[in-house]
């Protein structure tokens, strides 16, 4: 039986001149004198000029916060003196400093630091030149997803290359007490966030009126991560929606007139920190932010992360977006400089806004070949990559058949089109050096080496140590997952169904698509959409017929459908370990701090058992996820009293999600009402 994916010709990497090395001409050039050179920014639009220093006194003396200050004081009986000095103390914790010096002394450490790191630092130049038109019209809000510490300074290395106004950097607290650092770094434009903010009132208003006050008077382009926080598994990240509504209520409240959103994909070959974001999501504590530690990681100077690509998007009008879709109507009712509660319809244009951003910047992510073979080594038995080692020869067949899949289902590649194949995928292998080996004609996993120990090791740490590494090499298969998630979710449909109904099979998808809503990116009230991208790629490949009510497989749709279920399974696996645990356990209730390394025990055991055969089980990013499903589909329930983050389960409530996932309830029993609760 032939393959069309087996002669998937040259593939290269698409629109490949529209991204330009700003690295090349930096190599043959002074550091200093890029440093030095004229920066020359085109104006930025918005309201009267204003300097870092009048930011603070401009919140401060809002209207706003002075109505938050007096209802603070009359609920806690401190005087407007005491919290309004509270309020001058949180400000100067967190006002940035932006000074163009501190900027030419970023770039030169920069430049000798990204030449040493990576082969090329590839731009867009047509995203470029639409961010310099746009901030000569509306405030522009860059949103860049975080995928290493290196995104934190790359976006404003670019845009000072480039002549466009610096950005405003929102960042975590604790860079701001690193020595010396600290103060680079809030001199550069960043401004710091405490991580834990909970129900702080004062500290709420004053955040969100500095971050408001910020966009209505054009201060300088807001640069700030949607996700939130740096994703330990290189997947995109539910988007937190606090900041991303600051942002947007000057446009609610009529205060400007429009407002530019920009995502920004950072795609990385490699990433630095690799091997600590594996330990972190084993349950190894994250290192404290530190000169110290920053000085100790210079040995990654030594190493080589291959290329990096910064894709600007489309600067995107929030006015347009929004339309027909929020009533403005409503902030007129009431004085904006008045603290308003957000309406429901303004909550959902938030999370729609978020959502959407975080898929565009999944859309604009370049693919690296490694991705593409990470896919398919990861659904070899781990015994196979570890002891026996898989044949390069049908692992590079594999990746080409691969590829071209990709591309069908349009993904961005970056595999250079000048380069053999086989070239291509040698290089990727050495590139990752830490995670795989080529020898005498296969392909084995490489686990971390052993330090010397004065007892052997136990089957419980060995489990840790190839878990390490399965996590590694997982997470670099995590870069193109959002290519094939749709597609994986009807073929998952298709298996476990075992129908060709497709109102049944879209009852089970949507289903799936609601469990997985916290592992991957879905816009919400898009589930009829997302069904109808899945059939519409998988009938492109050849792998499915449709009619209006069947979706039937087709002969040489079976691999493609094997592939796909594969690439689902370890997320499948590690979710019903939860639920496994949850049903079994005679506990009600419990708390995240417990639940977490019982449920890693329990992995761990069925692994060594012989009867769990994926490690990502171990993920605790993964156990949170689980968490985070199940409160969602409201099986576990938070308990209000407790200090301690303490939940409750309803047993029965997860063994139907579990049954639901085996196939065990019928379809014809799921709702099919699209993003509905089970």
Not at 93 to 119: A, D, H, P, W
Not at 156 to 177: C, E, N, R, W
Not at 200 to 217: G, M
Request: hydrophobic share 40%.
């Amino acid at each position: 039986m032939t393959n069309t994916y087996r002669d998937s010709g040259r593939a290269g990497r698409e629109n490949e001149e529209e991204f330009v090395d700003i690295l090349k001409e930096k190599r043959c050039s002074s550091d200093l004198c890029h440093a030095l050179r004229d920066f020359t920014p085109s104006p930025y639009k918005g309201g009267p000029t204003c300097t870092a220093a009048d930011l603070p006194k401009a919140v401060l003396e809002s209207q706003y916060l002075r109505y938050v200050v007096e209802e603070i004081a009359a609920e806690t009986g401190s005087s407007l003196e005491e919290v309004r000095e509270e309020a001058s103390v949180i400000l100067d914790e967190m006002s940035q400093n932006l000074q163009l010096g501190f900027i030419r002394l970023l770039s030169y450490v920069l430049t000798k630091v990204l030449k040493r790191l990576f082969t090329g630092v590839h731009v867009n130049m047509e995203g470029l030149d639409a961010l310099r038109k746009a901030v000569g019209e509306s405030p522009v809000i860059l949103l860049p997803n975080h995928r290493s510490y290196v995104d934190f300074m790359v976006i404003s290395y670019i845009l000072f290359t480039y002549d466009i106004p610096m950005p405003v950097v929102a960042a975590g607290l604790p860079l701001a007490g690193m020595k010396m650092f600290g103060e680079i770094f809030r001199r550069s434009g960043a401004f710091f966030i405490r991580r834990a903010i909970g129900s702080d009132k004062l500290y709420w208003a004053v955040l969100s009126e500095y971050v408001r006050t910020i966009v209505k008077k054009g201060y300088a382009p807001l640069e700030f991560y949607v996700e939130g926080l740096r994703s330990r598994t290189l997947k995109s990240l539910m988007p937190k929606l606090g900041m991303m509504h600051m942002v947007l209520e000057p446009y609610f409240k009529g205060e400007v007139y429009d407002i530019k959103l920009v995502p920004i994909s950072i795609s990385y070959d490699r990433v630095l920190e690799e091997s600590l974001l594996a330990h972190e999501l084993l349950g190894v504590p994250k290192p404290k932010e530190s000169t110290t530690g920053l000085l100790k990681a210079s040995k990654v100077l030594q190493n080589n992360y291959g290329s990096m690509h910064v894709n600007f998007g489309r600067p995107m009008s929030v006015r347009q977006l929004c339309r027909s879709k929020i009533n403005r109507c409503r902030y007129n009712l009431a004085p904006r400089d008045l603290p308003q509660k957000p309406s429901a319809d303004t909550q959902a244009c938030v999370s729609s806004l978020a959502h959407l951003m975080v898929r565009i910047q999944e859309e604009g992510t370049l693919i690296s070949p490694w991705s593409l073979m990470a896919c398919l080594l990861l659904q070899a038995p781990t015994a196979v990559l570890t002891v026996q080692g898989l044949p390069w020869h049908r692992l590079t067949e594999k990746t080409l058949w691969l590829r071209k899949l990709a591309l069908d289902f349009g993904a961005r590649l970056n595999w250079p089109g000048q380069v053999p194949d086989p070239d291509v995928m040698s290089s990727a292998v050495a590139l990752h050096r830490s995670i795989a080996r080529r020898e005498a004609g296969r392909v084995y996993l490489v686990q971390e080496e052993e330090r010397e120990r004065k007892r052997p090791v136990n089957p419980e740490e060995d489990v840790i140590k190839t878990a390490v590494a399965v996590l590694m090499m997982a997470a670099y298969r995590n870069q193109s997952l959002h290519i094939f998630v749709r597609p994986a979710l009807l073929a998952t449909a298709i298996h476990v169904a075992k129908t060709v109904q497709r109102d049944e099979l879209f009852a089970f998808f949507c289903f799936l698509r609601d469990v997985f809503s916290n592992e991957f990116i879905f816009v919400p009230g898009k589930s009829s959409q997302d069904f109808e991208e899945a059939c519409v790629l998988l009938r492109k490949c050849g792998a499915v017929h449709i009619s209006e009510q069947e979706v039937t497989v087709s002969d040489a749709g079976l691999e493609v459908l094997s592939f796909l279920q594969a690439l689902l399974q370890p997320f499948v696996d590690s979710y019903q370990v939860m639920f496994r645990y949850l049903c079994d356990n005679g506990v009600h209730v419990f708390t995240e701090k417990q639940l977490l390394p019982a449920v890693r025990n329990l992995a761990t055991k069925l692994i060594l058992s012989g009867e769990l055969h994926t490690y990502e089980a171990l993920s605790s990013d993964t156990q949170k996820n689980v968490v985070s499903a199940l409160r969602r589909l409201e099986a576990l329930t938070k308990l209000k009293a407790s200090e301690q983050n303490e939940y409750r389960v309803n047993k029965a409530a997860v063994r139907r999600i579990d049954d639901m996932f085996c196939g065990k309830i019928p379809p014809q029993m799921l709702q099919t009402t699209p993003d509905a609760k089970l």
